[in-house]
């Protein structure tokens, strides 16, 4: 009982922070300088859990403030902050609500199938290839019993791509727009590919 109200509480206070503080948010982060680091990391840990504003378009700012090695430090530390700790509230906090939400993906007991029996390479591959949305993945481990460091490695390596792609699209935003945009079309159009590729060859699969 305790866990459940301790998890609501830190839930309500999450998403009352990027709803009521979002414009104050962008405002520190875009100010620049230490403090607002740890508002860039916050402010990335929020949006995991509640996406006040799109992920591409903060990463994006973040990059565009403190250059691409910097944002991808502070990106990535923020999204892994909110990661595990959204993986842990649906292990120990949210169980039963946890469980009902992945009613509403059937298909997911396939990817659950995989997961038992290679649970780095599951991981990995819905991160690198977003298949299945994030925040379904953190539900599903944090309902199985896929161990805390193989889930944060995983995850951590999968993100890489994508924040280091947004961070510098962003960085390079102010000199050159129109590279900013190909480049990030380009990533999304990729796994577009990927995704329909992965997607028309278990079609085929299975009508055979």
């Known amino acids: ?9 830190l839930l309500v206070i999450v998403i009352a922070l990027g709803f009521f503080q979002k414009d104050e948010l962008l405002t520190l982060i875009k100010d620049g300088g230490i403090l607002s680091i740890f508002i860039s990391m916050l402010f990335v840990a929020i949006c ?12 994006g700012v973040i990059g565009g403030v403190f250059g691409t090695s910097q944002g991808v430090f502070i990106s990535l530390t923020g999204a892994m902050a909110g990661t595990m700790g959204f993986f842990y509230l649906s292990r ?12 509403k ?13 290679n649970s780095f390479v599951a991981i990995l591959t819905c991160r690198l290839i977003p298949i299945i949305p994030a925040p379904v993945v953190n539900i599903i481990c944090g309902l199985s019993k896929v161990n805390g460091l193989i889930f944060f490695t995983a995850s951590t390596i999968g993100k890489i791509p994508n924040i280091l792609i947004l961070s510098f699209a962003g960085a390079s935003f102010s000199s050159n727009k129109l590279f900013s945009f190909g480049l990030y079309g380009g990533y999304i159009l990729i796994l577009f590919l990927i995704n329909f590729l992965i997607i028309y060859r278990k079609m085929a699969k299975e009508s055979s």
Do not use: T
């Open 1 to 9: 009982m305790l866990k459940r109200v301790l998890s609501i509480s």
């Open 48 to 59: 995991v859990f509640f996406p006040v504003i799109p992920f591409p378009v903060l990463v």
């Open 92 to 103: 120990y906090g949210f169980r039963d609500y946890a469980q009902s939400k992945l009613m």
């Open 105 to 117: 993906y059937p298909k997911v007991q396939e990817y659950e199938e995989f997961l038992h029996r």
